[in-house]
């Protein structure tokens, strides 16, 4: 009997251990297959993040391309011609007044900032030295200009020529009594006409005295003439919108001469001189013996340069001059190449004209231009090109 229960008690140990052994099987069959399936879940949502990162690419490149078509369509269309260069440019600005402004050209005042952005470049002498006069037909994108001096007569009367707005700081006193009685639109430093802003100083220019300090915002100046001076910013009904000036890109066909290098000696000894790059199709100017440069910005270039001759002399106080702009002669170059000119001016009012010896209209190739107005008569500059 005790046989028989040790034996029954043997197989129900056997038989527990086996049910035990196939649960934990079980188990781990249930465990395994649980890991299976989450690792699939990872592997199936890796593949959804991967979609959807792919479709997300997709439309930011979608998104991409149309804001790129976007900007595209929104280039500035350039269907207006700039009166003063025959540039192409965005706004009509055949009948909107242009500025001139006064800007130092003695050595001790370079580099100029702004001025490569003019269209039209005169140089004028002054005493001892030289001045440009800055024509844009719309400074309004030119932040820094100058430095900014002082007027002469002969500086307002290419300023009336072209209805432009002159910007100075002061001046002889023949030039602020004719601004005065001719009742001249001017932007003044010294009298201060103009907006907060339009002019200021940079002290950090000042090494050689404070006359090399002012400069002026070309944007300020544009709002100034209306915002401060009520002033008209079109031209008058009868006023010539052309300013006289013909543009064509066959005008090099006018030159007889070869003219790589012109060389322009003032009155009172001051050089500029100009070489021809063919790259550019343009000239290049000297001054000083260098490269003109605008603050950093070299190869400026001048499509079109002109050296004219006018009657100068000194005045009775021993230290202004007087210079003529009636009529006179000159030479005209373009391309590497020279032409005999005369040219006239009918008044104040009146912008210059330029023809060729025969009077035939002279044509200008497009792009900026660069004025000399050199000396004769008791005053005699120099001009001589090869």
């Not at 470049?121 to 002054?126: A, Q």
């Not at 602020?176 to 009685?181: A, E, G, K, R, V």
């Not at 603050?295 to 002399?313: D, E, S």
Request: proline share 2%; with cysteine; hydrophobic share 35%.
């Amino acid at each position: 009997m005790k046989k028989n229960v040790i034996r029954f008690l043997s197989l129900f140990m056997l038989l527990v251990m086996a049910l035990s052994l196939f649960t934990g099987c079980k188990k781990q069959e249930a465990e395994e297959e649980s890991e299976s399936e989450q690792h699939s879940s990872v592997v199936i949502n890796s593949e959804i993040t991967r979609e959807t990162t792919t479709v997300k690419e997709e439309s930011s490149e979608e998104e991409s391309s149309e804001e790129s078509s976007e900007e595209s369509s929104q280039v500035v269309e350039l269907k207006y011609i700039n009166p003063l260069t025959g540039e192409p440019c965005a706004e009509d600005l055949t009948n909107r007044r242009p500025f001139a402004f006064m800007c130092n050209n003695i050595w001790m005042a370079m580099p100029q900032v702004g001025v490569s952005q003019a269209d039209i470049i005169f140089e004028e002498l002054d005493e001892g030295t030289t001045r440009f006069e800055v024509f844009f037909a719309d400074p309004s994108d030119v932040d820094v200009i100058g430095t900014i001096r002082s007027a002469r007569l002969y500086n307002v009367e290419t300023a009336t020529g072209y209805e432009a707005f002159l910007c100075h700081c002061g001046g002889s006193s023949e030039a602020t009594n004719t601004i005065w009685n001719w009742g001249v639109e001017d932007l003044d430093e010294i009298t201060g006409s103009y907006l907060y802003g339009s002019y200021f100083r940079d002290p950090s220019r000042g090494y050689y005295g404070s006359e090399h300090t002012l400069f002026a915002n070309g944007g300020l100046c544009v709002r100034s003439v209306t915002e401060s001076n009520g002033y008209d910013p079109n031209h008058s009904d009868d006023f010539d919108t052309t300013y006289g000036l013909i543009f064509s890109d066959k005008a090099v066909d006018q030159c007889t001469e070869d003219a790589a290098s012109i060389s322009v000696v003032h009155a009172g000894g001051k050089g500029t001189y100009f070489e021809y790059d063919e790259e550019l199709q343009a000239y290049i100017m000297y001054q000083y013996d260098a490269e003109y440069t605008d603050n950093g910005v070299a190869r400026v270039p001048f499509a079109n340069v002109l050296n004219i001759y006018a009657r100068t002399w000194l005045q009775e106080d021993g230290v202004h001059l007087s210079i003529e702009l009636t009529e006179g002669e000159g030479t005209y170059f373009t391309m590497g190449r020279a032409v005999a000119i005369k040219w006239y001016k009918d008044g104040a009012y009146d912008t210059f004209h330029f023809t060729l010896e025969d009077g035939t209209p002279l044509e200008f190739s497009v792009g900026k231009t660069f004025v000399c107005v050199n000396q004769c008569g008791s005053y005699q500059g120099e001009c001589y090109w090869e």
